[in-house]
């Protein structure tokens, strides 16, 4: 494993499947009520420049489980809000913390926190990532699906953070991925290049076509934070590309559905369909605590090689 979790294409799929048998663990000692204080007097910075329920909840849950602490930093509040270098910011925290948690805009900076923070950072989320939201949803799948190789991934909709991750993490544990935007919308260029390597990825426009046989169909907003404005502009051009039941027909009988929350029911799924698929929704929101906890004991637990 690499010192930090900053976006899937830095990571093999060995690690992944690591982390994901971490995170079965980590929920069946939740379940069973087993407790590990693998990061017992450590404690985790979480830096978020745009809003979240669940990484802010789940990361802060999961250091007091693993016996550790978690100071939530909104960058408003901080000295990042009024233009203290982000080298500056990861020379501090490292110096205090045992890890960092950042959401943010662009990845870049998230790239440059860990270039001189010596302590492990991860990814909460930023305009091209959101590689803990994909590790729960393919922890889910293969909780679900018993597998992830050879299962089909449908996505459709922005070719957003989400849909970067998605291809990425999809492709490297040998789903076949394939993937429905509008023209103009389509996924970030490096993810396309690494996408194009592989041999299962398709990209259209064609929602029809991306969802036909596949065992999980996923969604996400059509305006992310920081499109706020773009809001009306989306929803004409994302016309025809909401998961509703007649789309879902096209995908396999046993299809599960996907979907990282907040959802907007009416616009990228149809409430029926959320409401149908609302259990596997809320078991990957779950899972995101259990996924996390296995990225926190292994890249800042003492089992880590320095
Ligand atoms: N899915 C997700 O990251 O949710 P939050 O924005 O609530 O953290
Ligand atoms: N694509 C969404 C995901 C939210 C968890 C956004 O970036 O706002």
Redesign the pocket.
């Known amino acids: 494993m690499e010192k930090d979790l900053l976006k899937l294409l830095d990571l093999s799929e060995a690690d992944i499947h690591k982390i994901l048998n971490m995170g079965d663990q980590m929920k069946f000692n939740q379940r069973h009520k087993l407790i590990h204080n693998y990061l017992a007097g450590k404690t985790l910075a979480m830096i978020f420049e745009?809003n979240s329920t669940r990484t802010r909840v789940s990361f802060e849950t999961g250091m007091f489980q693993l016996g550790g602490h978690a100071i939530y930093l909104s960058g408003k509040d901080s000295q990042i809000g009024r233009g203290e270098p982000i080298e500056d910011t990861a020379r501090v925290l490292a110096r205090y913390c045992d890890g960092i948690v950042i959401r943010t805009y662009g990845q870049s900076e998230v790239e440059e926190l860990a270039k001189y923070s010596s302590v492990p950072v991860i990814n909460g989320?930023t305009?091209f990532a959101?590689p803990c939201?994909v590790l729960a949803d393919l922890m889910t799948i293969r909780e679900k699906k018993t597998r992830l190789e050879g299962v089909k991934l449908a996505y459709i909709g922005?070719g957003?953070?989400?849909a970067n991750s998605l291809i990425v993490g999809g492709l490297k544990c040998g789903m076949e991925v394939a993937v429905a935007t509008p023209k103009g919308y389509e996924p970030d260029e490096s993810v396309l290049s690494f996408a194009k390597t592989q041999k299962d990825f398709a990209l259209t426009d064609d929602p029809a076509e991306a969802v036909k046989y596949a065992e999980v169909v996923i969604t996400?907003?059509w305006a992310?934070?920081?499109q706020e404005e773009e809001a009306a502009k989306r929803r004409e051009a994302f016309k025809g590309y909401q998961i509703d039941k007649k789309l879902l027909g096209l995908a396999m009988p046993n299809v599960m559905v996907q979907h990282?929350?907040?959802a907007h029911r009416g616009e990228e799924i149809a409430a029926d369909v959320f409401d149908a698929h609302a259990e596997e929704i809320f078991e990957e929101a779950e899972n995101r605590l259990h996924v996390q906890k296995a990225v926190m004991y292994l890249l800042m637990g003492d089992n880590v090689r320095k």
């Open positions: 745009k989320l305009d959101h939201q922005d957003n953070n989400m996400d907003v992310s934070m920081g990282c929350l907040p």
